[in-house]
């Protein structure tokens, strides 16, 4: 059985380098159906909602709503987010950043409907011409060490507007057994296969997010718990000024 004490410091197969495009492909889309029936969606678009609604009539929009995804993958978290701006009628623009080249080549492929910018690169070293009023990510943070994460949370603060929010794993026994379950059914992706599971194991329980320095921004951040095992925090910045 498992350790669930505590995070699992294995690399996913998806961090290793070289992985052909097809099989990213079938990765990046069974994940997109993954999200969408497993509340991944639902609770990107939920942080989206809730950041936005912490400044209420004082948002200051520029026209357009700009957001910013790290580790953006193949871009279905930004269809999802299209999808519910438009029935808001916010008119929105994204930014979607990838390590892996992979990656973005699908996610272009993947979101030819929507108006985004796609950059392969690690995150830390794009200089980003005009920040986004959002940054986020989804299904990115359980990659990296507590250490780490505290540096994604300063830059993802530093290079927003309004804020930002991560989405991501829960770590618990019915989590691992039930996507381990369900992807031993129905996927055709080895790296699904693996990492679906290896991916709770390096998800989080509550305290250990709390304990993760905020970078001053503690009072300002707030957690919540979503179906299906999914933590959601979002961080308003102190200001909304550029």
Not at 50 to 65: A, D, E, N, S, V
Not at 204 to 228: C, D, P, V
């Amino acid at each position: 059985m498992p350790d669930f004490s505590k995070r699992s410091n294995k690399k996913e197969l998806l961090d290793e380098n070289n992985i052909p495009f097809t099989e990213i492909k079938r990765n990046m889309q069974e994940l997109e159906i993954i999200n969408k029936y497993l509340g991944g969606h639902n609770s990107t678009i939920k942080g989206v909602k809730i950041l936005l609604g912490l400044y209420g009539k004082k948002l200051p929009f520029r026209g357009i709503l700009e957001i910013c995804e790290i580790g953006c993958g193949g871009g279905d978290n930004l269809k999802a987010i299209k999808s519910w701006c438009a029935s808001k009628n916010i008119p929105v623009k994204f930014t979607g950043i990838d390590i892996n080249a992979e990656c973005i080549a699908y996610a272009k492929e993947n979101c030819k409907t929507i108006n985004a910018e796609w950059f392969t690169s690690d995150y830390r070293f794009l200089n980003l011409t005009q920040k986004p009023d959002i940054v986020f990510s989804s299904l990115f943070c359980h990659h990296f060490t507590e250490n780490e994460l505290e540096e994604q949370f300063a830059w993802m603060k530093n290079n927003s507007r309004l804020g930002f929010f991560i989405n991501d794993l829960h770590r618990h026994p019915l989590a691992y057994y039930s996507i381990s379950i369900l992807t031993k059914i129905f996927s055709k992706s080895r790296l699904v296969k693996n990492d679906a599971p290896l991916s709770v194991l390096r998800g989080f329980k509550k305290k250990e997010l709390g304990n993760i320095n905020m970078q001053n921004s503690r009072t300002h951040s707030r957690l919540y718990w979503h179906w299906a095992f999914r933590w959601l925090m979002v961080v308003k910045n102190e200001s909304a000024g550029d």
